[in-house]
């Protein structure tokens, strides 16, 4: 017959013809020739299929998505991050917080000290010595005017006088607030000059900056915090790439140090501007929150991003061979008693998923052809 035919070595056959002393591991180890003609098939036999363990199958359509690589950092959010800076200048004491050291909202952080803090509550406490005085000073020429005993010049200065220094006592109020100081249990005798700095927030001390027994500027950088209740991942996109991104894309996020190991994310945010690098900024939410509180701020990552699937047809990939650079696979065309005769199609590949891979054939191919899903090797 003018096809290919497959033949067995002389040795491996008389193993299987004898059936004497064999094993899977033989079995396994048979090799395949092939005599080529012009019509382009290839015969197998029924006991070749069965002792190389071949099986069949067929192209079914399935779900691909590419897979956009990508490189990040875990980050903080803004809300996360907190720098210490106070209102007023003053010397530092107290301070005995270290890097990594843990603190909770509230927390005396350290304490400032400086004649300030003692004028403002000076000036508060006679602002507000005052009030009941012109208060009632008010009130009395305000009645005077309206039955035209005194000049209406007097009731306005009065109640300048009162507006004006209630004001500044709600003012000075404000600044005591600031500074820690409750302005309605301050008295004379409970003036201070050191005051407390507190934690707004729980987390950890990213960095000190202040020095024990050194002036802190207002304003001045003394520390910064750090949340970590919730870490984010920042991704960086190409310009030519960011038109594929969609919220809720799947994120697959690996970290260099623990190599084989694979952590789920999804895409939370995605930057409105392309930077000067011509980049874009992503930002993706763990999904386990075990791994999120794994994770430490500032570390680098490699992340694959799922884009939007398509549908293809797919193939499993024990079913793809190669032969001189190009993809094939093998296509039962028919059967004669025990043997079967296959051609081999040429395929191009697409994406590959769970040992499944997104194949083009180059010609057609009957929907519910036979094709040889394990065993391809042996006859390419």
Not at 26 to 33: G, H, P, S
Not at 46 to 57: A, I, L, Y
Not at 108 to 130: G, R, T
Request: hydrophobic share 40%; glycine share 8%; with cysteine.
């Amino acid at each position: 017959m003018n096809i290919r035919h497959l033949f067995i070595s002389g040795f491996a056959l008389s193993l299987i013809l004898s059936g004497c002393g064999s094993n899977p591991e033989q079995d396994e180890a048979i090799q395949v020739t092939e005599r080529t003609s012009d019509s382009g098939l290839v015969a197998l036999s029924q006991k070749q299929f069965e002792t190389m363990k071949m099986t069949w199958g067929s192209l079914e359509t399935n779900d691909f998505s590419e897979e956009l690589a990508l490189q990040g950092m875990v980050k903080v959010p803004v809300e996360g991050m907190q720098e210490i800076t106070p209102f007023y200048g003053g010397y530092v004491s107290g301070l005995s917080l270290i890097e990594g050291q843990s603190v909770r909202r509230g927390q005396v952080l350290f304490y400032l000290e400086s004649p300030e803090f003692v004028k403002l509550q000076q000036d508060y406490l006679e602002a507000a010595s005052q009030l009941a005085y012109l208060k009632a000073e008010n009130d009395r020429q305000k009645t005077l005017f309206a039955e035209q005993i005194s000049a209406e010049k007097n009731y306005l200065k009065a109640n300048s006088e009162y507006q004006g220094t209630l004001a500044r006592s709600e003012a000075l109020k404000q600044q005591l607030k600031m500074i820690q100081i409750d302005a309605g249990t301050l008295t004379a005798q409970t003036i201070k000059s050191k005051i407390p700095v507190i934690s707004p927030i729980n987390g950890f001390v990213e960095e000190v900056f202040a020095v024990p027994g050194s002036f802190l500027a207002a304003s001045g950088k003394a520390m910064t915090l750090l949340n970590k209740d919730h870490l984010h991942v920042e991704l960086i996109v190409f310009e030519k790439d960011a038109g594929k991104l969609r919220l809720g894309q799947h994120v697959k996020v690996f970290l260099p140090d623990q190599p084989g190991k694979v952590m789920d994310a999804e895409i939370h945010v995605i930057g409105q501007a392309i930077n000067n690098e011509r980049q874009l900024n992503v930002h993706a939410d763990m999904v386990n929150d075990e791994e999120e509180r794994s994770l430490v701020p500032g570390m680098y990552l490699e992340a694959r991003v799922q884009l939007d699937p398509q549908e293809g047809l797919a193939l499993p990939e024990t079913a793809v061979g190669e032969e001189d650079g190009k993809y094939f696979i093998m296509v039962q065309q028919s059967q004669e008693g025990d043997t079967y005769q296959l051609k081999k199609v040429e395929v191009d590949l697409g994406e590959t998923q769970n040992g499944v891979v997104q194949v083009v054939p180059k010609s057609d191919i009957a929907p519910n052809a036979k094709i040889l899903t394990k065993g391809i090797f042996n006859l390419i």
